[in-house]
């Protein structure tokens, strides 16, 4: 059983996100809170949360901040920001604050499903329109943390598939059905791709092969 905690201050949306989630049996939802300090103050009671959906813009404190200060806390929860906005700062901001992933509130039940196996599964996925905009973001000023001493790097011609999908924000099961191979298969790559990268997250794996040129 995969144990969530929804992070969002508007009933209707929650209420959707909650629909969304019903579908699936293998989820379970510990608690709902309706800001970062509300979900800080739940978290307490519910340390065992494997995934946070974390919306951003909430009074009192953002999610933003909240995801900040929760994964300081419990570096083991994941957390998949799921907003309306795919705005340039808030797409940066929430992945220094260590956001694992980032998708957009009009993601289907389905594909909201994979993002969490996806993140769980040490993924870090984004909605394909976040991921082109994060790419084009990187061309222009390279604005993420990360080494300019980086040894030359080579992918094999799979791992250069796999990484021109990943550009494109795609889930790792639909990277599977692409290029048809196993799930499986397209995770052990993408391991292999963060190591030879040496990236944490999928904005710095991006940044390095933009300066590699590998994409």
């Given at each position: ?40 103050a ?13 919306d951003?813009?909430?009074?009192d ?9 929760i ?19 808030y797409?940066?901001d ?8 980032y998708?957009?509130k ?74 048809f ?8 790559h993408?391991?292999n ?23």
């Amino acid at each position: 059983m995969i144990r969530i905690g929804l992070v969002e201050d508007k009933p209707f949306s929650l209420k959707a996100l909650e629909e969304k989630l019903s579908r699936y049996n293998d989820l379970h939802i510990v608690f709902t809170a309706k800001n970062g300090f509300d979900a800080i103050a739940k978290l307490a009671d519910h340390k065992e949360t494997d995934l946070i959906l974390m919306d951003i813009e909430m009074p009192d404190m953002n999610g933003i901040e909240a995801t900040g200060i929760i994964k300081q806390q419990y570096k083991n929860i994941k957390i998949v920001m799921i907003t309306i906005y795919d705005d340039d700062n808030y797409i940066f901001d929430a992945i220094q604050a260590g956001a694992d992933s980032y998708i957009l509130k009009e993601t289907k039940a389905e594909k909201i499903y994979e993002t969490i196996q996806d993140t769980l599964n040490g993924g870090a996925v984004m909605s394909p329109s976040i991921a082109v905009k994060a790419l084009q973001l990187l061309k222009i000023n390279g604005n993420v943390r990360s080494d300019d001493t980086t040894p030359e790097i080579i992918l094999s011609d799979r791992e250069t598939e796999i990484l021109e999908q990943l550009a494109k924000g795609l889930t790792n099961k639909r990277i599977a059905e692409i290029l048809f191979i196993s799930p499986f298969t397209v995770k052990r790559h993408i391991e292999n791709i963060y190591q030879k990268l040496q990236a944490h997250n999928r904005i710095e794996l991006l940044d390095k092969a933009r300066k590699n040129n590998l994409l």
